[in-house]
């Protein structure tokens, strides 16, 4: 596709349920990012894939939060046991990877609103 | 990473020139700026980048001084659909970075 797609766009769960997300980023994208945006605040970082590398994960708020991208291209971002303050938005992003000397643009997906009852 | 302050709001009316400054007063040398303009139900779209003087692109132009401790996006002639939250990012290299956000000026253009 033109762009980084997301699914499913919207998610209920009942507290205590496991849930993933997907994302497929662009094609040929080294890069992949998530996010969580709670409402009316700015995204904030999750977890960032080089290739099938998890080179960081330092934003994931608890150990039930897990993702992964075993072929280098879709991900799943896995929330174990969610509890209520998981509700939020989860965003997706890939950029090109490629080196330079300035910020590389991400390119967004529409996010997952999740919900947690 | 550089902190950033830029308005919570602004309101203005169709056909007027927008500018919504950020402040950025430790931006460090390798550093540069971006914004990001985010729809609702949507994830963020990059929108201009810039290291110093200005920059325009079809869309909007970047204005950072000298001293590089502000940059002011400016958005001309801006219309109903440019109603969106505008997030001015600071950062070196970040290909390897996660982006950080702060919580954007929420921009609303009236009739």
């Known amino acids: 596709g033109a762009g980084v797609s997301q699914s499913p766009r919207y998610k209920v769960a009942k507290r205590g349920q496991d849930v993933a997300l997907r994302c497929d980023p662009i094609?040929?994208?080294?890069?992949l990012f998530w996010y969580q945006q709670a409402l009316g605040q700015g995204p904030e970082f999750l977890t960032y894939?080089?290739?099938?590398?998890?080179?960081?994960k330092s934003g994931l708020p608890s150990d039930r939060f897990f993702a992964e991208r075993p072929e280098g291209s879709v991900s799943t971002l896995k929330i174990q046991r969610t509890q209520q303050e998981d509700s939020a938005v989860y965003l997706c992003?890939?950029?090109?990877?490629?080196?330079?000397?300035?910020?590389?643009?991400?390119?967004f997906g529409p996010g997952t609103r999740l919900l947690v009852l | 990473l550089a902190k950033t302050t830029q308005p919570i709001s602004m309101d203005s009316y169709e056909g007027q020139e927008v500018n919504i400054t950020c402040s950025h007063n430790?931006?460090?040398?390798?550093?540069?700026i971006t914004w990001y303009q985010q729809f609702p139900s949507q994830g963020p779209r990059f929108i201009i980048q810039?290291?110093?003087t200005k920059v325009t692109n079809e869309v909007a132009s970047l204005f950072i001084p000298a001293d590089r401790k502000s940059s002011t996006l400016s958005l001309p002639r801006v219309s109903l659909s440019d109603t969106a939250v505008y997030y001015c990012?600071?950062?070196?290299?970040?290909?390897?970075?996660?982006?950080?956000f702060g919580k954007g000026t929420h921009l609303i253009i009236q009739p």
């Open positions: 992003a890939s950029s090109s990877g490629l080196a330079g000397v300035r910020p590389e643009t991400q390119y």
């Open positions: 094609s040929g994208h080294v890069s």
């Open positions: 810039g290291y110093k």
């Open positions: 430790n931006i460090a040398t390798n550093d540069y």
């Open positions: 894939f080089q290739n099938e590398a998890q080179l960081d």
């Open positions: 990012l600071v950062g070196d290299r970040g290909g390897a970075d996660g982006l950080t």
